[in-house]
C-alpha cells in the first residue's frame, strides 16, 4: 500500500535526475503546492526555475462488489518557467515547447516505472487519463503546464486488529 508521502519522494527524484531540472537541496526546483499557490504567484526566494510542483490529490475507490478494494488518486504535477516578458509570444511559446517536451519526458519514466517493482506508488498510472493545461501567470512572470492524471493502488481490505479498541 502506498501514501502521499511516497508520492512525494516519487517526484522529488524525478526532480532530481531530469536533467532540465536537476532539483537539489541547494537549488530548488521541486516543491509540493496546490495549484492556486502557483497561479496567485509563488512567494519564496528560493525557487529555481523550471521548477516542478506536485499537487495534493483526492481519490476515490473502486469496489468490483470484490476482496480487491482499488483507491483511485486524482492528482497533477505542474512544470513552470520564468518568462521576465509575458507580451512577447515567440518567448511564451519557446518555453511551452520546452516544458511540454520535459512532460512528455517525465510521463514516458511513469509509464515505464509503473513496471518497477520499486516505485509501486506509480504502478497502476493510466496514461490515458493524462490532460495538459497551458498556464500563463503574470502575477509572477512564469508560464507552465498543469498536468493531471490518475494512479490507482490496491488497498489492503483486512481489519487490523492493532487499529481497534476491544469490543
Known sequence: MTNFSDL??????????????QHTDNEKHFF?????????GIQRSDVAYPMLVLEGYGYDYTDNKSDNIIRNRDTAFVLMDACPDMSDYSALHTIWDELESIADDILVKMKSDKTNPLTPVIRNFDFSSVQVN???NEIGNSVGLRVSFKV??????DINPERWLPD
Open 134 to 136: 497551458l498556464i500563463a
Open 152 to 157: 490507482s493502488s490496491p488497498m489492503l481490505s
Open 8 to 21: 512525494i519522494t516519487y517526484f522529488e527524484n524525478l526532480a532530481r535526475k531530469h536533467i532540465s531540472i
Open 32 to 40: 509540493r503546492f496546490e495549484i492556486d499557490e502557483v497561479l496567485n
